[in-house]
């Protein structure tokens, strides 16, 4: 059985939309009890997409176990869900008329299997009023999404053009965890 370590609706979407077959086990952990080094994202979010998988791992051992991890990470700093409308807007007004990455980092685990890797790609966001941050975070989308937007949704109107893999950008690179699960 394929079990996704994660509660996210956008990860559930992409991967029944694929036609996998899978269960939902969210990790027994709290993200922001983890301290990990945040200098090298793609490090940081391959760690925490590992934590996720291998604490569902330990109660699921016959299984194979997906764990992702989104950031945005602009100038250097890493962009991850906000922790309130204040935060939303700082981050939203950051990114206004920039370019930057969002990298997914995934684990994939198997009793005796670790396949870990990370995808990103690049988007760059149209120059925003403070009106238009303000009508965005009342829509509340922004509220549980890194850097405080989804493309995929009502978001996408902040977005001028994106580079590389969309489903890296909502949240799981989906043609490398399809590959990656043909190959264990």
Known sequence: MIILASQSPRRKQLLEEAGVSFKIVSPDFDEKSVHLDKTDPKKYVSELAYKKASDVLEKNQEDTVIGADTVVVLENEV??????EEDAFRMLKKLSGKKHQVITGVAILKKGIEKVFTSVASVYFKELTDFEITEYIASKEPMDKAGSYAIQGIGSKLIERHEGDLFTIIGLPLKEVLQT???I
């Open 181 to 183: 699960l043909k190959t």
């Open 79 to 84: 962009l991850e869900k906000p922790i309130d």
